[in-house]
């Protein structure tokens, strides 16, 4: 196996401004690489994130996935990549599904055609619960960009780069998430808006999410996908335990229901994955699909499976009471600096 560690290797994080890509580089940080190279087309936070980390080995690339010349420029030299890029916004997806495919897909594609190019050891692409059972443009995109992923692993086996995929569900506190708007609402002394009660999230931390990418990137074998196994809550469970935090004992709700594009729960693996996925523990594995060219398997044969209507969702992991939910979220930083008053 080649040497896929992450002391002193060369790591490129595409869209590395985001919540998970600043993560992702800080975290490095810790971890003696030679270098941390942020590849992104927003100048501005670059900019915002060039003086908040302050580190010598963080390199900064201006550029877009959909640039096959760019991403060249940023992926040439790496030891590792991780390819968190993308659009991301339920809505605008919605709106101009094609700019969706153009950085979602095709942007892919370039990031782990380059890494395949340049002899990257490792490239961890991010995807979603969004891509399990799609209704959505966001959804259906990364789920188009999980299949290239693992048809480009499956053609490029003997090569020396690992490809994988993660997906994640709802993370706390990420940039844009419901914690940061609900502790907003409260302080403004605005009603909460829950779209449904009984809406399920699976609650992950960035650090958790982080820790899955540094499973895939020196564990997996090529085309393989992990998921992190993660509790969840209701929705009204989740804001009653912020609003507890915040010493709210009983906050206004007002329910809005469900918005276009959204799911009662998540999904992070379907039950026809779930047939062939591997228990590791606190990760599930689903392994590449190693089938040629061959197209009979396809149209004349099958395979004997035993039945198995269980999908991997947020309505039937480990679910959290309000206590319960409570103790989870005291463990984030930012709740942590928030309760002590900073």
């Given at each position: 196996?080649?040497?896929?560690?992450?002391?002193?290797?060369v790591v490129t994080i595409t869209?590395?401004?985001?919540?998970?890509?600043?993560?992702?580089?800080?975290?490095?940080?810790?971890?003696?690489?030679?270098?941390?190279?942020?590849?992104?087309?927003?100048?501005?936070?670059?900019?915002?994130?060039?003086?908040?980390?302050?580190?010598?080995?963080?390199?900064?690339?201006?550029?877009?996935?959909?640039?096959?010349?760019?991403?060249?420029?940023?992926?040439?030299?790496?030891?590792?990549?991780?390819?968190?890029?993308?659009?991301?916004?339920?809505?605008?997806?919605?709106?101009?599904?094609?700019?969706?495919?153009?950085?979602?897909?095709?942007?892919?594609?370039?990031?782990?055609?380059?890494?395949?190019?340049?002899g990257v050891k490792s490239v961890?692409?991010?995807?979603?619960?969004?891509?399990?059972?799609?209704?959505?443009?966001?959804?259906?995109?990364?789920?188009?960009?999980?299949?290239?992923?693992?048809?480009?692993a499956r053609s490029n086996q003997?090569?020396?780069?690992?490809?994988?995929?993660?997906?994640?569900?709802?993370?706390?506190?990420?940039?844009?998430?419901?914690?940061?708007?609900?502790?907003?609402?409260?302080?403004?002394?605005?009603?909460?808006?829950?779209?449904?009660?009984?809406?399920?999230?699976?609650?992950?931390?960035?650090?958790?999410?982080?820790?899955?990418?540094?499973?895939?990137?020196?564990?997996?074998?090529?085309?393989?996908?992990?998921?992190?196994?993660?509790?969840?809550?209701?929705?009204?469970?989740?804001?009653?335990?912020?609003?507890?935090?915040?010493?709210?004992?009983?906050?206004?709700?007002?329910?809005?229901?469900?918005?276009?594009?959204?799911?009662?729960?998540?999904?992070?693996?379907?039950?026809?994955?779930?047939?062939?996925?591997?228990?590791?523990?606190?990760?599930?594995?689903?392994?590449?699909?190693?089938?040629?060219?061959?197209?009979?398997?396809?149209?004349?044969?099958?395979?004997?499976?035993?039945?198995?209507?269980?999908?991997?969702?947020?309505?039937?992991?480990?679910?959290?009471?309000?206590?319960?939910?409570?103790?989870?979220?005291?463990?984030?930083?930012?709740?942590?600096?928030?309760?002590?008053?900073?």
């Amino acid at each position: 196996m080649t040497n896929r560690r992450i002391k002193d290797s060369v790591v490129t994080i595409t869209g590395g401004t985001g919540s998970f890509g600043s993560t992702m580089a800080k975290f490095l940080l810790t971890q003696d690489v030679a270098e941390v190279r942020i590849f992104s087309r927003d100048e501005s936070k670059q900019d915002m994130m060039r003086h908040v980390i302050d580190d010598p080995r963080m390199q900064f690339y201006i550029g877009d996935v959909r640039n096959e010349q760019s991403v060249s420029q940023a992926i040439r030299g790496s030891d590792l990549v991780f390819h968190a890029a993308a659009l991301k916004q339920v809505p605008s997806c919605e709106f101009f599904p094609m700019e969706a495919v153009a950085t979602n897909v095709t942007g892919s594609s370039n990031v782990i055609r380059a890494s395949l190019e340049y002899g990257v050891k490792s490239v961890v692409c991010l995807s979603t619960d969004k891509a399990v059972y799609p209704i959505n443009a966001m959804g259906m995109t990364k789920a188009l960009m999980e299949k290239t992923a693992i048809a480009l692993a499956r053609s490029n086996q003997n090569s020396d780069t690992v490809i994988s995929v993660t997906r994640y569900g709802n993370v706390m506190y990420s940039r844009g998430s419901v914690i940061p708007l609900v502790l907003g609402q409260l302080k403004s002394g605005k009603p909460l808006t829950i779209t449904d009660p009984n809406m399920t999230r699976f609650l992950m931390s960035l650090s958790e999410s982080v820790d899955l990418v540094k499973y895939a990137f020196t564990e997996a074998s090529t085309g393989d996908l992990f998921v992190r196994k993660a509790p969840a809550s209701t929705v009204e469970t989740l804001f009653q335990a912020i609003a507890n935090i915040a010493g709210v004992e009983k906050p206004e709700i007002n329910v809005i229901g469900v918005r276009h594009g959204e799911k009662l729960y998540e999904s992070l693996l379907s039950s026809e994955e779930m047939a062939h996925a591997e228990d590791f523990g606190d990760y599930y594995k689903v392994p590449l699909d190693t089938r040629t060219l061959d197209y009979r398997p396809y149209f004349e044969e099958g395979e004997q499976r035993e039945a198995n209507d269980d999908s991997y969702t947020s309505h039937n992991t480990e679910r959290l009471d309000v206590a319960g939910v409570e103790t989870l979220l005291k463990t984030l930083p930012e709740i942590r600096a928030l309760l002590a008053g900073e």
